[in-house]
């Protein structure tokens, strides 16, 4: 059974960094795409990063090239996200899901509807 989940959400003030933390289980890491995805209040969910676990391809979506970065832990099937220079746009709840192939958007970050899996989300707040 395919699980993902994520870890590291929480308050943070605008400038601020966090760092989110995806665990997976249930497939061949290697084998498969880890993505990152957010959904704010009343609006859809669009994907943030993405990494290929087994070449460490990395996408990014345009608004937060430069200030997150995708990694990942092949020895513990993990993905982090680490956030930087946190904007008060940042918010909303952070998703992981696992792909087979990397569906690159027009802005450059993961298309959703790759998404297999998905994990139950960790609410990340920006303050002013």
């Known amino acids: 059974e395919v699980q993902l989940g994520e870890s590291g959400g929480g308050l943070v003030q605008t400038g601020g960094s966090l760092r989110l933390s995806c665990v997976a289980s249930g497939f061949a890491f290697d084998d498969y795409s880890i993505g990152w995805f957010r959904q704010a209040p009343g609006k859809e969910r669009e994907g943030v990063s993405a990494?290929?676990?087994?070449?460490?391809?990395?996408y990014y979506e345009d608004s937060v090239k430069g200030r997150f970065t995708i990694s990942s832990d092949k020895a513990k099937n993990m993905v982090y996200l680490q956030m930087n220079h946190l904007k008060a746009e940042d918010a909303a709840t952070y998703y992981c899901?696992?792909?087979?192939?990397?569906?690159?958007?027009?802005?450059?970050?993961?298309?959703?509807?790759?998404?297999?899996?998905w994990g139950e989300g960790t609410l990340v707040t920006v303050s002013s």
């Open positions: 990494i290929h676990n087994g070449d460490g391809t990395t």
């Open positions: 899901g696992e792909m087979g192939a990397i569906n690159v958007s027009t802005s450059g970050g993961p298309g959703r509807y790759g998404v297999d899996y």
